[in-house]
């Protein structure tokens, strides 16, 4: 089987899927901005052959390109993971006339405000929400909401450009700050604890599913520098705390009509208990969070997607045997990382429950935390017990300290 697989070395998971499909005997045909030297050897050895093009988010150019590449090829699957290449990738297989989510389907995946209309359709409990050009149309879907509210970009990322709106002197300050945003989508606020619902598809059948919970929520966590964000995963799906919001999850599916691939939903646990939809993408999360599945179950996603792709299969255990926990640090002070305190008593009391330990060592400067939930590097840590999980995760958050200058 031939798959073409767009955006092939960054960001840098992109390299395990390629080693996925490989894995699993695909011919993969990579596309990608760097140049082929530039592509880790490794990477490169799962390529059967590779495209570079000048621009991977110039669209009608990467068409244009990849369908003069391929021309007397037989392309069985045109394959991103990547958010700012799903559509380009749906518009590929409609070009080259290949199976997989046409771009009406991955258009429901990519617009919040389209997204919403048809999870609604389905009769699921979406956040009540308007699509909004001008301060104007704001201003109108405000008094129709009430306060407090959301204004986020229709296509976001990485929780840029959203904002809590108390009042209408803060929707004026707001707008002020989001001129540069084309359309935006206003919402009811809601308030209560997060969680994803993350899934590898096989025809819109969820062959995988996990649930993680963001400790705080993204939006708190991506205001405040203080905090060391944490997403657990959970290892028991049979929590009835968890029940509404895998069923909210699997109508999204359907009422999405998802096709084979990863998904990356987010919901909200309201105090009552009721579940609300918040998003959800047709690729993986970020920020390792397929490292924080394979870590829980043991088991290697990103062979299982490509198995799910290839050959519409799924073969690994879904049995899931740790909560598994990655806490993000942030350094104190600008610049350049000099110190870290508290890494080696950490890991000597926690031996056996750390995965992985990629904190940024003295020298390398600090990482931008309001761009990327990375920020200064992080730790893996799991248990079967879900209160030992997240106590050694509050080692790293309380213990473990980065400092720059
Ligand atoms: N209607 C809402 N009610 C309450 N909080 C919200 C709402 N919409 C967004 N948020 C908060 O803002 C965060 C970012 O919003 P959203 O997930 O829609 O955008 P995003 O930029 O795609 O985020 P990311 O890429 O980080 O997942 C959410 O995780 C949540 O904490
Ligand atoms: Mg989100």
């Known amino acids: 089987m031939k798959v073409v697989f767009l955006s092939v070395s960054w960001p840098r998971e992109m390299q395990d899927y ?7 005997g695909a011919q993969v045909l990579g596309v990608g901005s760097d140049p082929v030297h530039g592509i880790p050897p490794h990477v490169r050895a799962c390529l059967h052959d590779y495209l570079q093009v000048p621009n991977i988010m110039a669209e009608d150019d990467v068409i244009a390109r990849v369908s ?24 590929l297989r409609e070009r080259l006339g ?30 009540h929400a308007f699509r909004v050009r001008s301060a104007d149309d704001a201003r109108k879907a405000a008094a129709r909401i009430g306060f407090p509210l959301i204004l986020k970009p229709i296509a976001g990322a990485g929780s840029a450009d959203t904002f809590r709106v108390d009042d209408a002197k803060a929707l004026d300050a707001i707008l002020g700050r989001m001129g540069h945003v084309r359309e935006a989508s206003c919402e009811e606020f809601v308030e209560g604890d997060e969680f994803t619902y993350d ?4 025809d819109g059948r969820p ?40 069923a909210l999850g699997r109508g999204v599916l359907d009422a999405l009509s998802m096709g084979t691939g990863f998904t990356h939903m987010e919901w909200y646990r309201k105090a009552d208990g009721e579940v609300v939809f918040g998003e959800i993408g047709c690729r993986p ?41 990655i806490v993000f640090k942030r350094a104190h ?29 003295p020298g390398s400067r600090r990482r931008d935390w309001k761009q990327t939930l990375l920020s200064d590097g992080f730790v893996i840590v799991r248990h079967p017990d879900l209160h030992q999980c997240l106590r050694i995760a509050r080692e790293v958050q309380e213990g473990v300290q980065l400092y720059a200058r």
């Not at 090829?73 to 518009?91: F, K, M, N, S, Y």
């Not at 060391?228 to 029940?243: A, N, Q, W």
């Open 18 to 24: 390629v080693r996925g499909l490989a894995a699993v």
């Open 68 to 91: 003069a590449w391929t021309r007397g090829t037989t392309v069985d699957r045109v394959e991103a993971l990547w958010e700012p290449v799903v559509i380009l990738a749906a518009r």
């Open 98 to 127: 290949c199976p997989g989510m046409s771009l009406d389907t991955v258009m429901g995946f990519r617009d919040k405000q389209l997204m919403k209309e048809r999870v609604a359709a389905a009769g699921l409990r979406v956040p």
């Open 199 to 202: 899934t590898v598809c096989i």
């Open 207 to 246: 062959a995988y599913e996990n649930v993680a919970q963001y400790l705080p929520r993204p939006l708190i966590a991506r205001t405040e520098h203080w905090i060391s964000p944490c997403i657990v995963t959970l290892r028991d799906l049979e929590d009835p705390g968890l029940k509404d919001g895998i």
């Open 285 to 325: 999360g970020g920020a390792h969070l397929v490292d924080q599945m394979n870590y829980t179950g043991d088991i290697d996603l990103f062979v299982e997607w490509a198995r799910a792709v290839v050959h519409g299969r799924f073969e690994a255990s879904t049995a899931r045997k740790h909560h598994c926990a």
């Open 333 to 361: 002070g600008e610049g350049v990382i000099h110190h870290i305190a508290g890494l080696d008593g950490f890991l000597a009391r926690n031996r056996g429950h750390v995965c992985t330990e990629q904190l940024l060592r």
